[in-house]
Structure formats: C-alpha cells, structure tokens
C-alpha cells in the first residue's frame, strides 16, 4: 500500500488567503483612489470661501450651450460669481480648447439673486 502525504492540502487556503489580502492592499494604490483624496485638499477659495460648483451642457444638441450652478452662495455672492467663472472657464477649455465665452448670465450681471443658497450662470463657449 502507498501512503502519500498531501501537505500542500493545508497551505492552499493560506495561500490564497494570503494573495487576496495582498491583493486588496495594492488595490488601493491606484492612482484614482489617491486622486480623491487630493481634490479635496486643492479646492480653489473663492473670497476666502470653498463653493461646490458644476458647469454643464445645457441640450445635447448645443454643447457650446452651458449652465454653471455655484452651490452656497450666500457664504458670499462675489466668491460665489468667481467660483462660477472659473468653473466655466473649465467647462470651455475641456470641450473646445479655448477660454472664449458670451455669456447671458455671466459673473458681472448686476441681477443675480441666489435662490435656496444656489447661483446660475449661462453662457455659450466660443471656439
């Protein structure tokens, strides 16, 4: 009779339990984890005040067309203008290359009012 001994039986689980801890640890090495985590130590001050601000295309059939919505705007209406711009600013330059804009509701009208702590801002890019 032949008697084999299957040690490697036991250190199999270990083993993959062993690979699947270390592969989770280098997981959150990627670049994309660190990267949420830096944005929001370099957000941009706006008259001494963080805003959260979005610019978006405003039909899928214009997108020169864009709207800026400036979120806590009542921490202070000209930080919250710049905030704005500079979001737009953005907005153009990751779509057409350039920071060319018309506005219709631009940073310097006179007649914003914030409504429930948000400002809106239109304009359309201008390659």
């Not at 250190?11 to 339990?17: G, H, Y």
């Not at 429930?116 to 890019?125: F, Q, S, T």
Request: proline letters at 3%; charged letters at 30%.
């Amino acid at each position: 009779m032949l008697k084999t001994k299957f040690t490697c039986q036991r250190k199999t689980p270990a083993i993959i339990v062993g690979m699947l801890i270390a592969a989770t640890a280098l997981s959150g090495c990627s670049g994309n984890w660190r990267a949420s985590f830096k944005s929001k130590r370099e957000r941009i001050a706006f008259d001494g005040f963080e805003y959260k601000a979005k610019a978006d295309q405003v039909s899928k059939e214009e997108r020169d067309h864009f709207e800026v919505i400036v979120s806590r705007a009542n921490q202070s209406l000209d930080g919250a203008r710049q905030a704005g711009g500079y979001e737009a600013v953005k907005y153009c330059i990751k779509e057409y290359g350039t920071s060319k804009m018309d506005w219709v509701i631009g940073p310097e009208t006179e007649t914003i009012i914030p409504v429930d702590d948000k400002i809106r801002l239109e304009g359309y890019c201008r390659p």
